[in-house]
């Protein structure tokens, strides 16, 4: 059995300076006026090295955004025992508080309706989590239900990031909490 080598770690310090210079960048101009050129100055690296690790800057902004579905995956799932409806996970409720400062940055990459590349990876992730809980607890339907909490968490998510779904942050979360349990609950045959 071989094992990975270990990552480069001047890559990954290159890779997280891309990042914070594109989420900086995008603090101040929105995704679609971000050129590589003033991205690479901020960055303090050469164009070479930029193209070097990212096709483009949809995947350097795909990857940016990487910590955001891991969050978003981690709070659907922080809780343990029966899950109340009424009391969503509080990590839950700090992802939808803490999306803000980037809101811009994820509406570029999530449509609405959960579609883009970054609905892509989030809801392959959380199917992938919600499949393998399902399958851990003796679950029936683990690969429907998991479909259905992935298209339904981005799908809401992306609706309310881009105005189409009102509500406080905390409101949203009570209520994409409140959906996602009774998809868990809903009796199939």
Same mark, same amino acid.
């Given at each position: ?22 989420? @900086?960048?995008?603090?101040?101009? +929105? ?5 590589? #050129?003033? &991205?690479?100055?901020? $960055? %303090?690296?050469? /164009? ?35 899950? @109340?409806?009424?009391?969503?996970? +509080? ?5 939808? #508080?803490? &999306?803000?400062?980037? $809101? %811009?940055?994820? /509406? ?82």
């Amino acid at each position: 059995m071989t094992t990975a080598p270990p990552a480069d770690p001047r890559a990954a310090r290159t890779r997280a300076k891309l990042r914070r210079a594109l989420l @900086d960048e995008c603090e101040q101009h +929105p995704l679609a006026e971000v050129g590589v #050129a003033a &991205l690479v100055r901020r $960055a %303090g690296v050469g /164009r070479a090295t930029f193209y070097l690790h990212y096709a483009d800057l949809e995947a350097l902004a795909v990857d940016a955004c990487a910590d955001v579905v891991r969050e978003a995956v981690d709070a659907l799932h922080a809780w343990r025992g029966t899950p @109340d409806p009424a009391a969503p996970p +509080p990590a839950l409720a700090d992802f939808f #508080a803490g &999306l803000a400062p980037h $809101a %811009g940055l994820y /509406r570029a990459l999530l449509s609405p309706g959960g579609g883009g590349p970054l609905g892509q990876v989030l809801h392959r992730d959380l199917r992938a989590r919600s499949r393998s809980e399902r399958i851990l607890a003796g679950a029936p339907e683990p690969d429907l239900i998991a479909s259905a909490v992935a298209a339904t968490f981005a799908g809401v998510l992306a609706d309310w990031l881009h105005g189409l779904v009102e509500g406080s942050p905390d409101l949203i979360a009570h209520q994409v909490w409140r959906l996602l349990v009774h998809l868990h609950r809903i009796p199939l045959s």
